[in-house]
T-cell receptor
């Protein structure tokens, strides 16, 4: 089934550990995004990629890094997790970053940092 | 950046109409989106407005006034399955989306 997959579904992580959240899409979308969703704050953009090989910083990039080696994959890495990074993380993709292209969201990863 | 405001919660009766307002302030406007998000699930696209006026899609309609920095999502003939959070999102000149905190709509029988 075409769409976006994320892994893991949920994770409990000790503070200071390194963690990579995986995101894969099979729709050949050029643009991909990572958001975090916290109660009362809505979705906030962490990093984005308009096309393979390029990435950019969103609203809350500190403590996170991304890479876009190919069209399909867009992993998000927490180099040294902190409790404030406890959140639900959504990956999204769109055909392009402009026009009427809507973003399609993956199922999310619930991350708890203790 | 964007400043997006929408009510936190709304409650309505099955079969009724509910209007969710969204106001925004932006340094560069490039479209407004509405998403629906059921509890524990991913947001799903509902509507897109870039020009002033009303866009109708079945039971859901969305309105935009760029001069007023205002949009609303109208849900008609409410059904129990419409109980969800509704997210207003504004796209800026760099094509990045900023989301409001969401409006939780509860539909009662």
């Amino acid at each position: 089934i075409a769409g976006i997959t994320q892994a893991p579904t949920s994770q409990i992580l000790a503070a200071g550990r390194r963690m990579t959240l995986r995101c894969t899409q099979d729709m050949r979308h050029n643009a991909m995004y990572w958001y975090r969703q916290d109660l009362g704050l809505g979705l906030r953009l962490i990093h984005y990629s308009n096309t393979a090989g390029t990435t950019g910083k969103g609203e809350v990039p500190d403590g996170y890094s991304v890479s876009r080696a190919n069209t399909d994959d867009f992993p998000l890495t927490l180099a040294s997790a902190v409790p404030s990074q406890t959140s639900v993380y959504f990956c999204a993709s769109s055909v392009s970053s402009g026009g009427t292209d809507t973003q399609y969201f993956g199922p999310g990863t619930r991350l708890t940092v203790l | 950046g964007q400043n997006i405001d929408q009510p936190t919660e709304m409650t309505a009766t099955e079969g009724a109409i509910v209007q969710i307002n969204c106001t925004y302030q932006t340094s560069g406007f490039n479209g407004l989106f509405w998403y629906q998000q059921h509890a524990g699930e991913a947001p799903t696209f509902l509507s897109y407005n870039v020009l002033d006026g009303l866009e109708e899609k079945g039971r859901f309609s969305s309105f935009l006034s760029r001069s007023k920095g205002y949009s609303y999502l109208l849900l008609k003939e409410l059904q129990m399955k419409d109980s969800a959070s509704y997210l207003c999102a504004v796209r800026d000149r760099d094509y990045k989306l900023s989301f409001g905190a969401g409006t939780t709509v509860t539909v009662r029988a």
